[in-house]
DNA sequence: TTGTAAGCGTTATCAA
DNA sequence: TTGATAACGCTTACAA
């Protein structure tokens, strides 16, 4: 048996394709008993709409894509956590995920314009260029932005808060009684980074001494960590604005015969799979960022008058064994 | 000015729709003059052939699916790996890659019945299955797998070969002096694993007397390589079918007081990006998923008389700290 | 509330 | 070598 079309949905029930059309996705102003009528027909011939057809009728395809910069080497694994999160939330809806690299706006339209995609998802660092959203409003295609933390409209994007994360972070290790901690900021164009060295900035309201410039290379975090550790009184704690660059101040700690966390605590803004296979275990701050992008494609999916907002994106802090009370003979040393 | 249609270019080049689908299909049986008349005319009106018009007509859509298993969980990086190669093969061909999940076969049906993708990549180690390349082939869709090592169907798979690799790996610590070495193996009904193994057995020459169970993960490893090093005479060097296992037996190595290089050598079959964070960097087998699946891409693009196969596949070997000579005291204890 | 009919942009068949 | 013309399966004005 060929597979059924609406045509033949239409005939046995004995009504229009339009009808079918109608009852198929779910609009109303079709009798109830016609209904029935129509889906029972589709029951009875295992009718499932081509979304070829549909596709080439409404301009638009069965896919949502994710598109995520292809430069931007993904140090923290957004990318998996992200296709898992949108597949989630897909999961059953018959849509398709495509996974886009977007560089230039021209290759950006060109897709939008070729595969017409049904919305569209901008990962960091991406979702912090504007022409790419104007575009996709240009283009008529709905657009959710990942960003790490509220901007503009406020519609088009799910933040999470990324400045909240690491002013909780820093507090943590405050509270642990580290009195000076030192910061490894991440690359000056990323906005992820950014926003954790505002928010450490935030947490110790304004001493800047302690940051050292990294670029969220496992390297530069090495680099970093050395020069804090040189620093006299010397931090009894780092906070580094990414895990590789936390793995680094490991290795500088390693370096200066230094223990961690009991002569020195270190601890990552954003979380990895691997951060446990550290040495020590690395603590560290976990972003949603797959429940984000789950709620981004809820969000595309949503009718029009969708609700207003989900739930805010708070980040989890995973303390694992990095990081520990300052020592004794640390704060001594400090403050007398 | 609303986008120019096949339509267009037919009237102005004073042709019909079917002279110009062959031009732009590139397919012969059109005179030369015509042709130029016609591609004149699809400059002049920027035309771009629908993609939703051709897969609604064709019956395929300008899309290639990347296939993998959502429960095994992904250690190693595969899939983004494969979605790297996979893109750049991909790049300026108009094609657009899905990302999908899938574990049974009726959910790739249907899959594949919707979606209707140009073809199809099996990731490990869903490529291990051949009730989903039987699927596509029923189906109608081009199929590539990633496997391995080379098995049936030489035309539907792009292999690896992990046991090589494995092999590769024993050969190297032997040669620098390790006579006794440990291997952790992966779980049962991992194929890559499995191969990994064979390799290492092939090398030892069926010496399996060291060979501990894990399942890919590192506390697997861990606990794999504490019983190799309560071994009498304990191994030299420790080989694990993966990097998570290998990071385990570097945690073990610590936690017996080991010195790695130096008293205990430790290799990983398979890379990770962060191999280099470890303490002390984890020398590993690097397999090139990634020129691979851009591979299995080029192979789905190709025409059916495609040439045969493309170069093999070899794993790299990485050198990185974890590895070095047995030492001359374990060499001296275990030879007097 | 429902039907009719006109697209949407290709590809493919059949003549010429 | 080329031209008409008919699908392909759906959505959606417009009519009734």
Do not use: W
Request: contains cysteine.
């Amino acid at each position: 048996m060929a597979k059924a079309t609406i045509n033949d949905v239409a005939r046995l029930a004995g009504v229009s394709k339009k009808t079918v059309s109608f009852v198929v996705n779910g609009r109303d102003g079709i009798a109830a008993d016609t209904r029935a009528r129509v889906e029972e027909a589709i029951a009875a011939l295992g009718f499932v709409p081509s979304l070829q057809g549909r596709a080439f009728a409404s301009g638009t395809t069965a896919t949502i894509a994710l598109l995520h910069d292809p430069q931007a080497e993904d140090r923290d694994g957004m990318l998996v956590q992200a296709i898992a999160g949108a597949q989630r939330a897909m999961a059953g809806s018959g849509l398709a995920l495509v996974v886009q690299p977007a560089e230039a706006a021209a290759s950006l339209r060109d897709f939008l314009e070729g595969q017409r995609p049904r919305g569209v998802i901008l990962l960091p660092p991406l979702s912090a260029r504007p022409v790419l959203s104007a575009l996709c409003r240009e283009m008529g295609t709905p657009c959710q932005r990942i960003a790490p933390a509220a901007d503009g409209d406020p519609t088009g994007v799910i933040s999470g808060n990324e400045r909240q994360a690491a002013s909780d972070a820093a507090g943590y290790l405050l509270a642990l009684g580290h009195a000076r901690i030192g910061f490894i900021a991440g690359d000056e164009g990323d906005a992820i980074a950014h926003e954790r060295e505002l928010g450490f900035v935030d947490a110790l309201g304004g001493d800047a001494g302690l940051v050292a410039q990294g670029d969220g290379s496992f390297a530069s975090g090495l680099a970093a960590a050395r020069l804090l550790l040189e620093l006299s009184p010397r931090p009894t704690a780092i906070l580094a604005a990414g895990p590789a660059m936390a793995a680094g101040a490991l290795a500088a700690a390693r370096e200066a015969g230094l223990a961690v966390p009991d002569a020195l605590s270190v601890m990552a803004l954003g979380d990895v799979a691997h951060a446990g296979q550290l040495h020590p275990p690395l603590s560290a701050m976990r972003s949603p960022l797959s429940a984000m992008t789950a709620a981004a494609v809820r969000r595309l999916l949503a009718p029009v008058d969708s609700p207003p907002a989900e739930a805010g994106f708070y980040a989890e802090l995973v303390a694992r064994s990095s990081s520990g009370p300052a020592s004794v003979a640390s704060v001594r040393l400090h403050s007398g």
